[in-house]
């Protein structure tokens, strides 16, 4: 089950936090697990639950901010090697090849702070 988030205008972290090549995750529950993860993909920021289509709610890191490939060009769950376009959150390889990640509207301030949106 995936964990409701809390309502928009929520502060996620600021974006400068979030460099090329890495993932940060925010919004931690009363678990300590992140909801969201962000990810820089060129100059675009994305924001995904952190939740694996393969098994409905499982945590993606091994780590925290852990969510990429040791490349750093996909997204990765860690628990069974799903990877994932940064973009567009499709499984492109792994046990749930086809599927997509669940997206999370961001919206970035101009203090350089991010919202849910
Ligand atoms: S739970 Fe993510 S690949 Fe299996």
């Known amino acids: ?12 972290c600021r974006a400068d936090e979030v460099r090329s090549g890495q993932a940060r995750g925010c919004l931690p529950d009363e678990d300590g697990q992140d909801r969201v993860f962000i990810v820089r993909h060129g100059e675009v920021l994305h924001a995904w639950r ?10 993606m890191a091994w780590k925290r901010h852990a969510y990429l490939s040791p490349e ?14 940064p973009d567009t959150g499709l499984c492109v390889h792994g046990p749930c090849l086809g599927r ?5 509207p961001l919206r970035q301030e101009a203090d350089g702070w991010l919202r849910l949106a």
Request: hydrophobic share 40%.
């Open 1 to 12: 089950m995936v964990t409701p988030l809390p309502p928009a205008g929520t502060p996620l």
């Open 72 to 85: 750093g060009t996909q997204v990765m769950c860690h628990a069974h090697g799903a990877r994932f376009e």
């Open 50 to 59: 952190n939740a694996c289509p393969h098994i409905p709610g499982a945590p």
């Open 100 to 104: 997509h990640l669940l997206p999370v």
